[in-house]
């Protein structure tokens, strides 16, 4: 495109936005209302996620091995462990160890367990990862099911019901945020179409003289993006100041080792980034929808 | 050239605009196109700039079937015509100049051919001296002039008018005929939709008379031929 072009596309795109200024400031403000609701969505979702990553990672399952079994039978669970295919890695771990690592763990107070390691009453285990965590329920009760095998324990309810809840909180995070959109992207598209009467004459005289239907879409282009960009500026600073915020003020309370939320930097301006780029999509949509009514040829 | 092979239109609420035209435009010649409201004038030259496209038959333009055409094909289609209305349909918040420049201008013209080109037809039709006006200090012939302009400036081969003298006094329409004379004397094909017997019977010129959305006569040097 001709840099003249362009300029008088940019020219006429803001001489709507200022002629019908009570409109835009409708259109913009569909935009942030949608914004702030859509931004509060994925702060929750995306540390949702963040969340159930760790669990994911973390998950894993213990299998007890009976203590009466033999050295072979301890090799013969192993192999059976080894040709499950969900399996993505396991190791075996001596009951020695076990006692050294719950020692460890339990940092002064495990000073009291050392007095067993002479006699340690603890299970030799095999730990077992899964490619994903929902695979951790199947796995572990086919485990179950081995002989030589005394317990088996992966944090069952726990696990399952945070992925559960994890789960649904996604399916409906997404429903809601596609709503949103949609919803916008309806509202901007109708704020337009009341100013375009105006300009219907316009674009027919385009047509009529052959201008491209691209030529007389691009005004409408540049006029929804700035509607969605104009519009994302709120919802922007309140994301950077109210993360902030947030971070400061809940990260701490949460003190569990596998809940922690997304760190200020980069995620509030990942999540800006995100919202601004939504706010353009949303508004370019909503424009270039309402003008095609009048391109059809 | 403009072809029509046994064309129908049938609009989508069930009225039958046209009803088997079959007819054949040279290059660079002037056209009447004559008849009662509602005979199918309109239907008629708006296929010949894709306005509206045939239900059944043929249009062909320069040999292009515009019932083939591609949507992305028509803005090229329009540039080699030039449309003229009853109501001038000018923007009225432009000025004559910017009239007239806005056909170059969305087209993409590069700016230097912009003035020249403008300056030129303006001049050609008597209203370079307004060029700052705005449409509503001008008078209806004036308007009309400008659209006249605008629907040259980008040398169409062909210039389409629907009934351009409908709104205006005897002495304006001369005025305008007078231009589309000239237009028509430098080669550009002219076809004008009037219900001016006078102006018919006195530049005498090929007549296409319409009646009920068929052809009923084709003349050259024809007469306007029925009364109002």
């Given at each position: 495109?001709?840099i003249?072009?362009?300029?008088?596309?940019f020219?006429e795109?803001?001489?709507?936005l200022?002629?019908n200024s009570?409109?835009?400031?409708?259109?913009v403000?569909?935009?942030?209302?949608?914004?702030?609701l859509v931004?509060a969505?994925?702060?929750?979702?995306?540390?949702?996620?963040?969340i159930?990553?760790n669990?994911?990672?973390d998950?894993?399952?213990?299998?007890?091995?009976?203590?009466?079994?033999?050295?072979?039978?301890i090799d013969e669970?192993?192999?059976?462990?080894?040709d499950?295919?969900?399996?993505?890695e396991?190791y075996f771990?001596?009951?020695d160890?076990?006692l050294e690592?719950l020692?460890?763990?339990?940092?002064?107070?495990?000073e009291?367990?050392e007095?067993f390691?002479q006699?340690n009453?603890?299970?030799?285990?095999?730990v077992?990862?899964?490619?994903?965590?929902?695979d951790?329920a199947?796995?572990?009760?086919?485990?179950e099911?081995?002989?030589?095998?005394?317990?088996v324990?992966?944090?069952s309810?726990t696990?399952?019901?945070?992925?559960?809840?994890n789960?649904?909180?996604?399916y409906?995070?997404?429903?809601?945020?596609?709503?949103?959109l949609?919803?916008?992207?309806?509202l901007?598209?109708?704020t337009i179409?009341?100013t375009?009467?105006?300009?219907?004459?316009?674009?027919?005289?385009m047509?009529?003289?052959?201008?491209k239907?691209?030529?007389?879409?691009?005004p409408?282009f540049?006029?929804?993006m700035?509607?969605?960009?104009?519009g994302?500026?709120i919802?922007?600073?309140?994301?950077?100041?109210?993360y902030?915020?947030?971070?400061?003020n809940l990260?701490?309370?949460?003190?569990?080792?596998?809940i922690e939320?997304?760190?200020?930097?980069p995620?509030?301006?990942q999540?800006?980034?995100?919202?601004?780029?939504?706010?353009?999509?949303?508004?370019?949509?909503?424009?270039?929808?309402?003008?095609?009514?009048?391109l059809?040829v | 050239?403009?072809?029509m092979?046994?064309v129908y239109?049938?609009y989508d609420?069930?009225?039958?605009?046209l009803?088997g035209i079959?007819?054949?435009?040279?290059?660079?010649?002037?056209?009447?196109?004559?008849g009662?409201s509602?005979?199918?004038?309109?239907?008629?030259i708006?296929?010949?700039?894709?306005?509206?496209?045939?239900?059944?038959?043929?249009?062909?333009?320069?040999?292009?079937d515009?019932g083939?055409?591609?949507?992305?094909?028509?803005?090229?289609l329009?540039?080699?015509?030039g449309?003229?209305?009853?109501?001038?349909?000018l923007?009225?918040?432009?000025?004559?100049y910017?009239?007239?420049a806005?056909?170059?201008?969305v087209?993409e013209?590069n700016p230097?051919k912009i003035r020249?080109?403008?300056?030129?037809?303006?001049d050609?039709?008597?209203?370079?001296?307004?060029a700052?006006?705005?449409p509503?200090?001008l008078?209806?012939?004036e308007q009309?002039r400008?659209a006249i302009a605008?629907?040259?400036?980008?040398n169409p081969?062909?210039?389409?008018?629907?009934e351009?003298?409908?709104?205006?006094?005897?002495?304006?329409s001369?005025?305008?005929m007078?231009?589309?004379?000239e237009?028509?004397a430098?080669?550009?094909t002219?076809?004008?939709?009037?219900h001016s017997?006078?102006?018919?019977?006195?530049?005498?010129?090929?007549?296409?008379?319409?009646?009920?959305?068929?052809?009923?006569?084709d003349?050259?040097?024809?007469?306007?031929g029925?009364?109002?």
């Open positions: 495109m001709k003249n072009t362009f300029k008088r596309h020219r795109g803001t001489k709507n200022v002629r009570w409109m835009t400031v409708a259109a403000g569909a935009v942030t209302t949608t914004l702030v931004a969505f994925l702060m929750l979702m995306l540390n949702l996620n963040q159930a990553d669990i994911e990672s998950a894993e399952i213990r299998v007890f091995i009976d203590l009466s079994a033999e050295e072979e039978d669970l192993g192999h059976n462990i080894e499950l295919n969900r399996v993505e396991f771990s001596s009951k160890e076990e690592a020692v460890e763990d339990l940092g002064e107070d495990g009291a367990w007095l390691e006699d009453p603890l299970n030799d285990v095999y077992v990862e899964t490619y994903e965590a929902e951790l199947g796995v572990a009760s086919t485990i099911g081995f002989s030589n095998v005394d317990d324990d992966y944090g309810e696990v399952d019901r945070l992925l559960q809840f789960q649904y909180a996604r409906i995070g997404i429903t809601f945020i596609a709503a949103l949609l919803t916008a992207i309806f901007i598209s109708n179409k009341m375009i009467t105006a300009r219907r004459d316009e674009i027919g005289i047509r009529l003289v052959g201008a239907n691209s030529f007389i879409r691009w409408f540049v006029e929804g700035l509607t969605g960009v104009i994302s500026v919802p922007i600073a309140l994301v950077l100041g109210g902030h915020f947030l971070y400061i990260n701490d309370r949460l003190n569990f080792q596998f939320l997304l760190p200020w930097n995620f509030a301006w999540l800006s980034l995100m919202l601004l780029a939504i706010g353009a999509f949303i508004g370019i949509w909503g424009s270039v929808m309402s003008v095609r009514k009048f059809k | 050239m403009i072809e092979n046994n239109k049938v609420n069930g009225v039958t605009a009803n079959s007819s054949t435009i040279d290059n660079g010649e002037f056209v009447y196109v004559v009662p509602g005979a199918g004038k309109s239907s008629f708006k296929m010949m700039y894709r306005e509206e496209v045939p239900s059944k038959g043929q249009v062909k333009i320069n040999h292009v515009i083939d055409m591609k949507d992305k094909q028509v803005p090229y329009r540039r080699s015509i449309v003229i209305f009853q109501d001038f349909k923007l009225p918040k432009l000025t004559v910017e009239n007239v806005f056909a170059l201008e087209i013209e230097r020249r080109r403008v300056m030129d037809v303006l050609k039709v008597g209203l370079k001296h307004k700052r006006f705005i509503a200090q008078s209806g012939g009309q400008v605008r629907a040259i400036v980008n081969k062909v210039v389409i008018a629907d351009p003298t409908g709104n205006l006094d005897p002495d304006t001369w005025e305008i007078r231009i589309f004379e237009v028509n430098s080669g550009t002219v076809i004008m939709a009037t017997k006078d102006i018919v019977n006195k530049i005498r010129r090929r007549v296409i008379a319409m009646e009920n959305g068929q052809i009923v006569r003349e050259h040097r024809g007469e306007y029925y009364e109002d």
